[in-house]
């Protein structure tokens, strides 16, 4: 069975700091998909960003990106330039590539707070 | 965009009731999903289902059972409600095949 993991359950960065948060999995597929979800306080899930095991380029959408490194089983979030909006729930996630693949197997999530 | 909607934010229940948990897409997604949040433990999945009349039992189903008779709509059913059922529910979908899943607000249950 797939598992995530987020050892990290606090963080907390400076504003206009970077931050990393981390998360590793397990799978023996070869084929996948990895998210960050964020969830605020007002407890909307919203996707951040989404990475394709296939695709070797590590992705990016504007501030955040990511360090996917598949041998290791490695997925890190980087946030660059934290603003006080970044404040949430940060859930790194898991999903077969497919067909009939529609399960998402989620971390214990990493709480981050930003200081003003 | 992609809006599924719960039909609480807030719910109080008494130990023993049944208790519906409603969720509603509007983007013909075929999968629906029951998951449940508690903290330290992440998101685990009590139930999905990937078409009309078609469910599966996720990790964490025993206590738990669902309806899916539309395709917009997939309630989740708390039998007998117990304390250990206080916790987050959130309702996500995604169409057949495509990676993204959409999530409600969820719903905050109390059991008492």
């Known amino acids: 069975a797939q598992t995530v993991t987020q050892s990290q359950p606090e963080m907390s960065v400076q504003e206009a700091e970077t931050v990393t948060l981390s998360c590793t999995y397990d799978t023996s597929e070869s084929d996948y998909y990895l998210f960050w979800y964020k969830q605020p306080p007002s407890r909307q899930m919203i996707l951040v960003i989404r990475?394709?095991?296939?695709?070797?380029q590590n992705a990016t959408e504007n501030r955040f990106s990511v360090n996917f490194q598949k041998a290791a089983k490695s997925f890190s979030l980087k946030i660059s330039d934290s603003q006080l909006g970044d404040a949430a729930m940060y859930f790194c996630a898991y999903k077969k590539h497919g067909f009939g693949n529609e399960k998402l197997t989620f971390g214990t999530g990493t709480r981050l707070t930003i200081i003003p | 965009d992609v809006k599924v909607t719960q039909s609480s934010r807030y719910l109080v229940k008494r130990t023993g009731e049944k208790v519906f948990l409603e969720c509603v897409q509007d983007m013909d997604h075929e999968n629906m999903f029951w998951y449940r949040q508690d903290p330290g433990l992440g998101l685990r999945l009590i139930y999905f289902s990937y078409d009309v009349k078609m469910k599966e039992k996720g990790d964490i189903p025993e206590g738990y059972s669902v309806s899916r008779e539309k395709k917009e709509r997939f309630s989740l059913i708390l039998e007998s409600a117990s304390t250990n059922q206080t916790s987050m529910y959130l309702c996500?979908?995604?169409?057949?095949?495509?990676?993204?899943?959409?999530f409600g607000q969820g719903t905050r249950l109390t059991v008492v």
């Open positions: 996500a979908t995604s169409g057949q095949g495509l990676p993204e899943a959409f």
């Open positions: 990475q394709e095991a296939y695709k070797q």
